[in-house]
């Protein structure tokens, strides 16, 4: 477990399993699919039905989003470019930025036109303008969305307009959020923003989160018939950063309702603890034969727990190797494991490591340390 996934392509990895070990803490919602995901941890404070398949409406577009902050980072585009806007883009129907057909919009504008105000248009105009047309773009959101872990995601269009073959799940989609905020922090901000004015018209952002709940920075807000209202929503607090997903709600009212309850739910009721520092020393294993008569084992990077406020002191740590190590003994070899049991958690095991380099004896005292345990039972 890594301080905010610094390695993306293994931590995505490493959220996936962690995903599977829910807090399953006493909390109800009127939401059909929801989860919350501690993000530095991965650990589920709570879920239901995650892993159920359903439409994603606008929640879609942070796929979209994604696809393109790829596209800016990797500099094959830059925010000063330039899309064409097609007659289709244009006739989208739904929430608009209200771009004009053939106008060539700068890809900032776009950005804040999609993540603000859910542009429908704006986002058919980045599919077509990355992909030449929005059927190929949903395909290769597809595809980099199963490289990203989700892997029961279907995308059929850039937008979330309504398609049967059309989905993805709560847990995916946390995922996605997960990713786009570990991968893209330089970009992230503009989820934030509270409006924006393209041709006149100004629009506010859709997140209900924002001004409401102390941290909220993000994400996405989405609704059709078909899926009911949701929410991709995320905020941070004193470093602690929340990803929550909710959707299949009855109305706007509701959706506000439960994701500020539910984001507040989880802030107060759950802590995060530092067991283990980096290279901090757990354990003394005794060495046979070695220069010296231990060494310690560490972890290999700070280990930091979510626990249930009320049940902190209830936290057990536990550490597993075979004893005696036998010398010569490198540092930073795997020997053993060490288990953290937590209250309402899945139990965690982590790789212990020796944290210094003991040599062997030479050859008397090898002799005299097994004349020694021949006679008394016991080695230096």
């Known amino acids: 477990m890594n301080r905010f996934f610094k390695n993306a392509a293994v931590l995505a990895a490493l959220f996936l399993v962690v995903l599977a070990a829910p807090a399953q803490a006493q909390v109800e919602t009127t939401a059909k699919q929801a989860i919350i995901v501690d993000v530095e941890t991965g650990?589920?404070?709570f879920e239901k039905n995650a892993t159920e398949r359903m439409p994603t409406s606008s929640m879609s577009k942070v796929m979209t989003t994604y696809m393109l902050f790829e596209e800016l980072k990797r500099e094959r585009?830059?925010?000063n470019d330039r899309i064409l806007v097609s007659e289709k883009a244009w006739r989208m129907g739904g929430s608009k930025m209200f771009i004009h057909v053939n106008d060539r919009v700068k890809v900032e504008d776009l950005v804040r036109g999609i993540v603000i105000q859910s542009g429908n248009d704006a986002t058919v105009a980045v599919a077509e303008g990355?992909?030449?047309?929005?059927?190929?773009?949903?395909?290769a959101m597809t595809a980099r969305a199963r490289e990203l872990g989700m892997k029961n995601t279907n995308l059929r269009n850039a937008s979330g307009w309504p398609d049967p073959d059309h989905y993805s799940t709560a847990h995916d989609l946390a995922i996605l959020a997960h990713r786009i905020i570990a991968d893209f922090p330089e970009y992230y901000h503009y989820f934030a923003e509270r409006d924006f004015t393209y041709n006149k018209i100004k629009q506010q952002n859709r997140d209900p989160l924002l001004g409401r709940v102390p941290g909220a920075d993000g994400l996405k807000t989405g609704h059709t018939e078909a899926a009911g209202y949701g929410l991709m929503g995320s905020a941070i607090r004193d470093g602690h950063r929340v990803i929550l997903v909710i959707n299949g709600l009855e109305s706007e009212k509701a959706r506000v309702e439960e994701s500020v309850r539910l984001l507040e739910w989880a802030f107060r009721n759950f802590d995060r603890q530092p067991l283990v520092k980096e290279g901090e020393t757990v354990d003394l294993a005794p060495v046979w034969l070695g220069r010296t008569p231990d060494?310690?084992?560490v972890v290999k990077e700070n280990l930091d727990v979510v626990v249930p406020r009320a049940r902190r002191s209830e936290v057990r740590m536990s550490v597993?190797?075979?004893?005696?190590?036998?010398?010569p003994i490198k540092k930073?070899?795997?020997v053993g494991k060490l288990k953290i049991d937590i209250p309402q958690q899945t139990p965690i095991e982590v790789a212990l490591l020796t944290g210094a380099d003991v040599p062997r004896l030479g050859f008397f005292g090898r002799a005299?340390?097994?004349?020694r345990y021949l006679l008394f039972n016991q080695a230096d």
């Open 43 to 45: 650990v589920i404070l």
């Open 77 to 79: 585009l830059k925010m």
């Open 130 to 139: 990355l992909a030449g047309t929005e059927e190929a773009f949903a395909e």
């Open 295 to 297: 060494v310690p084992l």
């Open 320 to 327: 597993s190797y075979d004893s005696p190590l036998s010398a």
């Open 332 to 334: 930073g070899t795997e």
């Open 368 to 371: 005299k340390n097994r004349a």
